[in-house]
């Protein structure tokens, strides 16, 4: 057999975002306020806690107060009225594939509702259109880090059973609806996040320190585990032409030594990473995971018939996000490195953005190569890139040279394992747009080829403009990713 030379014809090049960072308009056309909306931003760079443990109160002042002042992500970066300009500028760039995520509570505000909100499947009716116009692919993640408010109020978020039914039929409405004009479908954003906290369960939620929280972690995740298999089964039976897709937060670990303690610790680290793909993609849990639901006092409710759907509902390809690197080792005597959603430790070979995230590209090689080599499944890198202060210079642009160099050497290393034999089917870098930090809601932490003039506190004129990686991007799409 020969060895490919580059990326596949047809690969899909873009860029991604999810609703909450981008839309605004919080509280027109009939949306409900949702888990994200309450979220306050963090106090310093480094504070992440604020958006995964949320208590009752936490959620009581922030229904009682209608601004957007504390909660950036009810502003976004007003993609709601300016989709078009940003679409046109991502055809500019060449997109193949827009990712981009359905606001659940735009098409049923309180999630509880028998009928759809008419004004939110329009809106999106209108984005898929413009995305079309281009010939960009619309990739869609059913379930971003939000969800309807009100079922947290009602059922606890996932933590509840109920929220399934709730679920599946608005993924029902979707692939209805959007039935040959969707191709690629993503069900939960980041699923492994369940296990973190609020914004993957949209739970009520203490620290794990609160007896109860591991088990209440790992039932809702099993929740979704069984909804996302139901939509898609959902939709392959309604438009068997989509591909429908999970969705993990990569954390790929390297042992801390050559030590066989450290090298087994890093091993198990590993699992637990890849428990989430294991029943998404084959369908069934893997047998380590009873040892540690043993071991950490989790006692999983099943209903019979679950393990079927697991079985029925695996998915079509494997899409995750990739950003960083950790070391891991036996006794946990390592210091710790940054991340938005949970801490590994630091890599001394490893240098780190301006939050502290460990940049290694080659691990992003690895990480191919072993999803490829555990699963035969194609492989959709739908998440990866620098989050940066970027400054503009005297003479009114951005050179985010930085940027560039984090990307290029990304692509690099997935074009190496292309070579190396893995089915990559596309590169959605994240936030072609600068929006609203997931895991700390600043602005100020950009990602984006287009910048958007505004500030922290939500000051400026919302103008969008070209970065100096606007054209390096352009190029690379144009050139099939050759030319970087
Ligand atoms: C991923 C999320 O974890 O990382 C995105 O899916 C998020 O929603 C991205 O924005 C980058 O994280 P942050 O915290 O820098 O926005």
Redesign the pocket.
């Known amino acids: 057999k020969t060895i490919p030379t580059g990326f596949p014809k047809g690969f899909l090049w873009g860029g ?3 609703a ?2 981008i839309e605004g308009a919080w509280n027109i056309d009939g949306k409900g306020l949702t888990t994200a909306e309450v979220v306050q931003k963090a106090q310093d760079r480094q504070n ?1 806690e604020n958006m995964n443990v949320i208590s009752k109160e936490t959620v009581a002042t922030a229904i009682a107060d209608t601004t957007d002042d504390l909660y950036p992500k009810r502003r976004g970066i007003d993609f709601y009225h300016h989709y078009k300009e940003d679409i046109k500028l991502f055809a500019e760039m060449g997109f193949k594939a827009f990712r981009l995520s359905i606001a659940w509570a735009r098409i049923f505000p309180k999630g509880d509702e028998t009928t759809p909100n008419e004004a939110g499947l329009k809106f999106y009716d209108d984005v898929f259109a413009e995305c079309h116009k281009y010939g960009i692919e619309p990739v869609v993640t059913i379930s ?2 939000e969800m309807p408010l009100n079922l947290t109020l009602t059922n606890n978020g996932w933590a509840s059973r109920a929220t399934i039914a709730d679920f599946t039929r608005y993924t029902e409405v979707l692939f209805k609806r959007y039935k040959g004009i969707v191709k690629y479908w993503m069900t939960f ?2 699923i492994n ?1 369940s296990t973190w906290g609020f914004m993957g369960t949209g739970a009520l939620d203490s620290d794990l320190d609160v007896p109860g929280q591991t088990q209440l972690r790992y039932q809702a995740l099993h929740h979704e585990f069984v909804a996302s298999a139901i939509a898609v089964k959902q939709c392959h039976e309604i438009d068997p032409a989509a591909k429908i897709g999970c ?1 993990l ?1 990569r954390m790929q670990t390297y042992a801390n030594t050559p030590n066989p303690a450290d090298v087994r610790a890093a091993q198990l680290q590993d699992q637990l990473n890849l428990f989430f793909t294991d029943v998404q993609v084959r369908g069934e849990y893997p047998e380590y995971m009873n040892r540690f639901f043993a071991e950490n006092g989790v006692t999983l409710q099943m209903e019979s018939g679950d393990e079927a759907l697991l079985q029925e509902g695996k998915v079509d390809y494997l899409g995750f ?1 990739y ?1 960083m690197s950790t070391v891991t080792a036996a006794d946990d005597n390592v210091e710790k490195a940054s991340g ?2 949970n801490f590994g430790g630091k890599n001394p070979y490893l240098e780190t953005s301006d ?1 502290g ?1 460990q940049i290694d590209p080659t691990g992003l090689r690895i990480t191919l190569n072993e999803f490829w080599d555990r699963y035969r499944v194609p492989l959709f890198i739908v ?1 990866n ?1 620098l ?1 940066a202060l970027d400054e503009v210079s005297a003479d009114g642009k951005i050179h985010d040279d930085y940027r560039i160099d984090y990307l290029r050497q990304h692509i690099q290393q997935m074009k190496e394992a292309v070579k190396d034999g893995v089915d990559l089917m596309g590169y959605t870098m ?2 072609p747009i600068d ?6 809601s ?1 602005m100020s ?1 950009r ?1 984006g080829f287009i910048y958007v003039d505004q500030d922290d506190e939500g000051n400026g004129t919302l103008k969008r403009s070209r970065k100096d990686s606007f054209a390096w991007y352009q190029k690379v799409i144009a050139s099939n990713g050759e030319d970087l």
């Open positions: 991604a975002t999810a909450n960072q992440i971003h880090y954003n980041e996040a969705m937060a996000s950003y938005n959603l939050w995230w998440e890139g989050g994240w936030g929006l609203i930090s997931a895991s700390t600043e932490k990602y």
